[in-house]
């Protein structure tokens, strides 16, 4: 294997300061004024190049995802803190009367992925039959059931199909370079038209009354309670969402090997994953906090301060993204590209049969595809008082992800073997 050149900056802290520097460009050009930038914000929406330009930036070697600790960091402490200070404030009642079809679109969603790897390995296939040439643990099958585990529940859950269907190291490190450039070109998609989802929605004839409902009754009390934040303020929230994130951080270190050691059958939901604790326990402890006079906090910036949290995050994922890497094997990135558009498509054509807006299209299909960690980032895109659904679908996406992805790598063992 060729040695990756390193990128021109290698210090975390040099990387740190261009990212916030970025960010504070992209958000001060995006509220000015002059004709030039409100003509370009109108087409471009800010969010979408929070993650562009770090992906640019990756694609350039001026900087590198990963060698960086900057995601591990923003994903493990920044994330689950934002997604505690966007939770104390929910209208959770609000929440479920969104009803079933949030739900719905989110089981299509995984629909999609299942059926979508034999779907689009049986195109390319007849496009390329020597697709099916590998042997052994070099049989490309073996590869995609470890995407088709990543894309319904996430990291665990495609370590866990490597493990079942064994594929070779080498095979594995194609699958993680298609896995994540086309999540992550599908999550800019989805963060383009989450900022103008008015036609979609026109078209697929949505009932959009629940959703507006639920972002106009949050907006009324955080402009009812509305305030300018003391510094004791500001350390509260940031000490109720660190310290969340720390308690969440120690119950995980607990739980996660507990479960590893004395219920290793249960790994398959993700129990052993420390990750999967974290999130499930913030979020929980944020819902918790929703009942008590933490909520109140939402109107001296709480919500606000998650966002910050929460685009350095959009940040670090945006860095992890190589743009060039889709030159090195053209074919097998065809074959996801194609798996994405079977999944969406199914998603917007159940959409239109019950009427369902675009928002539980984009919000379900990233809680499949990208996990916990991006789909508050594209429900948010859509509102912030919306983040907590993103993450309560993912958080049922650790659960299906082995059994999904064992069903499509079947699927896609007998086709190879026809």
């Given at each position: 294997?060729?040695?990756?050149?390193a990128p021109?900056?290698t210090?975390?802290?040099?990387?740190?300061?261009?990212?916030?520097?970025?960010?504070?460009?992209?958000?001060?050009?995006?509220?000015?004024?002059?004709?030039?930038w409100?003509?370009?914000?109108?087409?471009?929406?800010a969010?979408?190049?929070?993650?562009?330009?770090?992906?640019?930036?990756?694609?350039?070697?001026?900087?590198?995802?990963?060698s960086?600790?900057?995601?591990?960091?923003?994903?493990?402490y920044?994330l689950?803190?934002?997604?505690v200070?966007?939770t104390?404030?929910?209208?959770?009642?609000?929440?479920?009367?969104l009803g079933?079809?949030?739900?719905?679109?989110f089981?299509?969603?995984?629909?999609?992925?299942?059926?979508?790897?034999?779907?689009?390995?049986?195109?390319?296939?007849?496009?390329?039959?020597?697709?099916?040439?590998?042997?052994g643990?070099?049989?490309l099958w073996?590869?995609?059931?470890?995407i088709?585990?990543?894309?319904?529940g996430?990291g665990?859950?495609?370590?866990?199909?490597?493990?079942?269907?064994?594929a070779?190291?080498?095979?594995?490190?194609?699958?993680?370079a298609v896995?994540?450039?086309?999540?992550?070109?599908?999550?800019?998609?989805?963060?383009?038209?989450?900022?103008k989802?008015?036609?979609?929605d026109?078209?697929?004839?949505a009932?959009?009354?629940?959703i507006?409902?639920?972002?106009d009754r949050i907006?009324?009390?955080?402009?009812?309670?509305i305030?300018?934040?003391s510094?004791?303020?500001?350390?509260?929230?940031?000490?109720?969402?660190?310290?969340?994130?720390?308690?969440?951080?120690?119950?995980?270190?607990?739980l996660?090997?507990?479960?590893?050691?004395?219920?290793?059958?249960?790994n398959?939901?993700?129990?052993?994953?420390?990750?999967?604790?974290?999130?499930?326990?913030?979020?929980?402890?944020?819902?918790?906090?929703?009942?008590?006079?933490?909520?109140?906090?939402?109107?001296?910036?709480?919500?606000?301060?998650?966002?910050?949290?929460?685009?350095?995050?959009?940040?670090?994922?945006?860095?992890?993204m190589?743009?060039?890497?889709?030159?090195?094997?053209?074919?097998?990135?065809?074959?996801?590209?194609?798996?994405?558009?079977f999944?969406?498509?199914?998603?917007?054509?159940?959409?239109?049969?019950?009427?369902?807006?675009?928002f539980?299209?984009a919000?379900?299909?990233?809680?499949?595809?990208?996990?916990?960690?991006?789909?508050?980032?594209?429900a948010?895109?859509?509102?912030?008082?919306l983040?907590?659904?993103?993450?309560?679908?993912?958080?049922?996406?650790?659960?299906?992800?082995?059994?999904g992805?064992?069903?499509?790598?079947?699927?896609?063992?007998?086709?190879?073997?026809?």
């Amino acid at each position: 294997m060729e040695e990756s050149t390193a990128p021109f900056l290698t210090n975390d802290a040099v990387v740190f300061g261009l990212l916030m520097a970025t960010l504070a460009f992209i958000f001060t050009s995006s509220s000015s004024k002059h004709p030039f930038w409100v003509k370009f914000y109108r087409y471009v929406p800010a969010v979408l190049l929070c993650y562009f330009i770090p992906a640019v930036y990756n694609s350039m070697g001026l900087i590198s995802g990963e060698s960086s600790n900057l995601y591990k960091v923003a994903s493990r402490y920044l994330l689950p803190a934002s997604l505690v200070l966007f939770t104390i404030s929910v209208d959770l009642k609000g929440i479920l009367r969104l009803g079933p079809k949030a739900l719905i679109l989110f089981l299509t969603g995984t629909v999609g992925i299942i059926f979508g790897g034999p779907v689009s390995l049986l195109i390319v296939g007849w496009i390329q039959p020597d697709l099916y040439s590998g042997t052994g643990p070099d049989e490309l099958w073996r590869g995609l059931s470890t995407i088709a585990g990543s894309w319904i529940g996430g990291g665990a859950n495609q370590t866990a199909m490597l493990e079942v269907f064994g594929a070779s190291p080498v095979l594995f490190g194609q699958m993680i370079a298609v896995d994540v450039l086309v999540a992550n070109f599908w999550m800019a998609i989805l963060l383009y038209w989450a900022a103008k989802p008015e036609k979609i929605d026109k078209f697929l004839k949505a009932d959009t009354s629940a959703i507006y409902e639920l972002r106009d009754r949050i907006a009324k009390a955080r402009e009812a309670s509305i305030a300018i934040p003391s510094l004791t303020d500001i350390l509260l929230i940031l000490g109720i969402g660190f310290g969340v994130t720390g308690l969440s951080h120690y119950c995980a270190d607990f739980l996660a090997p507990w479960f590893e050691a004395n219920h290793p059958e249960w790994n398959q939901y993700s129990l052993n994953s420390a990750f999967f604790w974290i999130v499930v326990i913030a979020t929980a402890l944020g819902l918790v906090l929703s009942f008590t006079k933490a909520r109140h906090l939402e109107g001296v910036g709480a919500s606000r301060l998650g966002s910050v949290l929460l685009y350095v995050m959009v940040a670090t994922i945006g860095m992890q993204m190589d743009l060039g890497a889709v030159l090195d094997n053209p074919i097998l990135f065809l074959i996801g590209i194609i798996w994405i558009l079977f999944h969406v498509s199914l998603m917007l054509f159940v959409a239109w049969l019950i009427r369902a807006p675009f928002f539980y299209v984009a919000v379900g299909s990233q809680a499949n595809v990208g996990g916990a960690a991006s789909a508050p980032i594209v429900a948010s895109a859509f509102d912030a008082s919306l983040a907590s659904v993103g993450v309560l679908l993912a958080v049922l996406g650790y659960a299906l992800g082995t059994y999904g992805a064992y069903i499509s790598g079947l699927i896609m063992q007998w086709m190879s073997s026809q």
